[in-house]
């Protein structure tokens, strides 16, 4: 398993920007597939994004596609989101997950997971 860690969440108002960054430990990060969930307060955890390891494709949840884009430094074992266009429904806890399997748009096909960095998005 690989160990990550995230950070940049914080306070924004509706309509501003952040970047989430997701840092890993090991020296397989490339082999790894990435992706970023978020749990809103009374909700289940959900889907945001990820970002193959070996080609770099991505996905997006299709509620976020247009907002939201998932990156990697492979020099620096980091993962981003970067959030625009931030809504008071995008408070939630985000966290970042890394799987070596192929079901990416599910939180059963991660079994390494940060414990989350929290986003408030205010009105």
């Known amino acids: 398993q690989v160990q990550l860690v995230e950070s940049g969440g914080g306070l924004v108002q509706a309509g501003g920007s952040l970047r989430l960054s997701c840092a890993a430990s090991g020296r397989t990060f490339n082999s790894y597939n990435m992706g970023w969930f978020r749990r809103a307060p009374g909700k289940e955890r959900e889907f945001v994004a990820a970002?193959?390891?070996?080609?770099?494709?991505?996905y997006y949840a299709d509620s976020l596609k247009g907002r939201f884009t998932i990156s990697r430094d492979t020099a620096k074992n980091t993962v981003y989101l970067q959030m625009n266009s931030l809504k008071p429904e995008d408070t939630a806890v985000y966290y970042c997950?890394?799987?070596?399997?192929?079901?990416?748009?599910?939180?059963?096909?991660?079994?390494?997971w940060g414990l989350g960095t929290e986003v408030t998005v205010s009105s």
């Open positions: 997950a890394a799987t070596r399997g192929d079901s990416l748009r599910s939180r059963n096909g991660y079994d390494s």
């Open positions: 970002i193959r390891g070996s080609s770099g494709i991505s």
